[in-house]
């Protein structure tokens, strides 16, 4: 910040009668002889901010700014005809230092000359020099520079550290890329050194052409990654995708995942920062499981296959002897592994790692929805959730019951009935739950069962076997309400 003017003293319109003004690369312009400049100058001279001194042809201070004095911790008059080197005898104005060396050529050559130094009586501190000639001395501007300096070095430093650890990333690729408007124009400021293991491109050959670490992209890819990056330039948004390369040295294929992030600097420039991470590993460990699940996924198929044919195996042995109550026990043993079946199939789809709560409910529902008709006397309402294997197959178990049970008994046993069923969340104190009603209504007159079957025994131990849940089940006459109640553990968004 620019310091306070002090009038200009007798003293001071004197010297500043004497100073020139020079030119960067030529001869001074001469002498200031208006007595309003002379006012002006030092009133200039106080306020640059930068501290500011003159010598004469002997080395002695003939003039001092503000700035100065507070530098030097002393006041003008104590400094002013006295020889520098005396005022401050070990200083870098010394003879034979760097500083002196400086001045003297000043002296000697009348060119003026810029550079950094130590600064007088402080240790540690350094200052950047302005020193022109001017009435047979010098003048000297400074400022000090060393909280800059230490900056800077500061960031060399970091900036040497980052750069150590991305070059030595064992599975990742650190870069910028400096912005144009023109696409093509864009250019890697910033390559480490880790390049050369990841892709078998030196940093350097990725700097001077970037179309090296282009060209090693599968042919399947380039075109993706060329509309990809087009689009992340025009609108700034991240880049961000995984693609296969052939390794420039050893020809193997491997996966790599792709990030950058556009940052705008203070100066307007923007910079791409940039990563390039090796994923193969990743890739590989997928595709195992995907085999294995797979497997799993034909073993499970295969297992309830096997089991239906001993049911029907035993079942027929007892054709003979089979009356109404074993033909029923027989279809509701078939039609429960067929909902088992089903919710397997869900689950499958979405390689056993969760389903989607409306797929579950829409594969239970799909054989009571064969007919248009038949599609308008199943309502369902309800936020779409992300529920894991074990809830997804309980339910298919549960709604499967339900379903059982309208058919034969309720709302779907004539023409006229309807069943809603919906569903929603809500926290509470264990967590988030998931609470679903099924409702019945225009069936027959419901009353409450002599006994308990299995399917309600299935739909009420069940849910708390599996589930840590409960159900309720209510025989209303204008139709069957149940309520389920289950936590939400292991659900995703």
């Given at each position: 910040m620019p310091r306070s003017a002090l009038p200009a003293s007798p003293d001071q319109q004197r010297i500043s009668g004497a100073l020139v003004?020079?030119?960067?690369?030529?001869?001074?312009?001469?002498?200031?002889?208006?007595?309003?400049?002379?006012?002006?100058?030092?009133v200039l001279?106080?306020?640059?901010?930068?501290?500011?001194?003159?010598?004469?042809?002997?080395?002695?201070?003939?003039?001092?700014?503000?700035?100065?004095?507070?530098?030097?911790?002393?006041?003008?008059?104590?400094?002013?005809?006295?020889?520098?080197?005396?005022?401050?005898?070990?200083?870098?104005?010394?003879?034979?230092?760097?500083?002196?060396?400086?001045?003297?050529?000043?002296?000697?050559t009348g060119v003026a000359a810029s550079f950094e130094s130590r600064t007088v009586g402080a240790p540690g501190r350094h200052l950047e020099y302005r020193v022109f000639p001017y009435d047979g001395g010098i003048a000297v501007s400074f400022r000090d520079w060393t909280e800059r300096r230490r900056t800077e070095e500061y960031l060399r430093e970091s900036r040497a550290q980052l750069s150590a650890?991305?070059?030595?990333?064992?599975?990742?690729?650190?870069?910028?890329?400096?912005?144009?408007?023109?696409?093509?124009?864009?250019?890697?400021?910033?390559?480490?050194?880790?390049?050369?293991?990841?892709?078998?491109?030196?940093?350097?050959r990725a700097i001077e052409d970037p179309t090296a670490l282009y060209d090693l992209l599968l042919p399947e890819f380039r075109e993706k990654v060329f509309q990809a990056q087009i689009e992340s330039h025009a609108t700034g948004k991240p880049f961000d995708m995984e693609i296969a390369i052939r390794h420039g040295v050893t020809g193997e294929l491997r996966w790599q995942r792709i990030m950058a992030t556009r940052r705008i600097l203070p100066n307007g420039e923007a910079i791409w920062d940039g990563l390039q991470i090796d994923i193969t590993d990743h890739k590989r460990a997928e595709d195992h499981l995907r085999l294995l699940i797979?497997?799993?996924?034909?073993?499970?198929?295969?297992?309830?296959?096997?089991v239906q044919s001993l049911a029907a195996q035993s079942f027929s042995r007892l054709a003979s002897h089979e009356d109404e109550e074993l033909r029923a026990a027989r279809s509701a043993f078939e039609a429960r592994l067929f909902a088992l079946a089903r919710g397997h199939d869900v689950l499958t789809r979405e390689n056993w790692e969760g389903a989607n709560l409306s797929d579950v409910l829409a594969e239970a529902c799909a054989p009571y929805k064969a007919s248009a008709a038949e599609r308008t006397r199943i309502g369902m309402d309800g936020p779409d959730l992300?529920?894991?294997?074990?809830?997804?197959l309980c339910l298919s178990m549960t709604l499967h019951e339900l379903f059982t049970n309208?058919?034969?008994?309720?709302?779907?046993?004539?023409?006229?009935?309807?069943?809603?069923?919906?569903?929603?969340?809500?926290?509470?104190?264990?967590?988030?739950?998931?609470?679903?009603?099924?409702?019945?209504?225009?069936?027959?007159?419901?009353?409450?069962?002599?006994?308990?079957?299995?399917?309600?025994?299935?739909?009420?131990?069940?849910?708390?076997?599996?589930?840590?849940g409960s159900a309720h089940i209510a025989y209303e006459?204008?139709?069957?309400?149940?309520?389920?109640?289950?936590?939400?553990?292991?659900?995703?968004s």
């Open positions: 003004i020079p030119d960067d690369d030529g001869p001074s312009r001469g002498p200031i002889s208006d007595a309003k400049d002379h006012g002006r100058l030092a001279l106080e306020g640059i901010g930068d501290a500011f001194y003159s010598l004469d042809g002997e080395w002695r201070f003939t003039y001092i700014n503000r700035a100065a004095q507070e530098h030097f911790g002393a006041p003008a008059p104590s400094m002013l005809g006295r020889v520098i080197w005396d005022v401050f005898p070990h200083s870098p104005h010394s003879e034979g230092t760097d500083l002196r060396r400086r001045c003297e050529d000043v002296f000697r650890l991305a070059d030595n990333l064992p599975l990742g690729m650190v870069y910028q890329m400096r912005d144009a408007e023109n696409f093509f124009d864009r250019r890697f400021i910033y390559v480490s050194a880790s390049c050369e293991r990841i892709n078998g491109v030196p940093a350097e797979n497997e799993l996924n034909h073993r499970v198929k295969n297992t309830l296959a096997t992300r529920i894991a294997p074990p809830m997804a309208a058919l034969k008994y309720g709302a779907l046993s004539n023409s006229s009935g309807r069943i809603r069923l919906s569903w929603s969340t809500f926290a509470a104190a264990t967590g988030q739950r998931l609470i679903m009603r099924w409702e019945e209504r225009g069936g027959p007159p419901v009353s409450p069962p002599r006994r308990t079957g299995f399917g309600s025994r299935l739909i009420q131990k069940g849910l708390a076997r599996e589930l840590n006459s204008a139709g069957v309400i149940c309520t389920i109640d289950v936590p939400l553990e292991g659900i995703g």
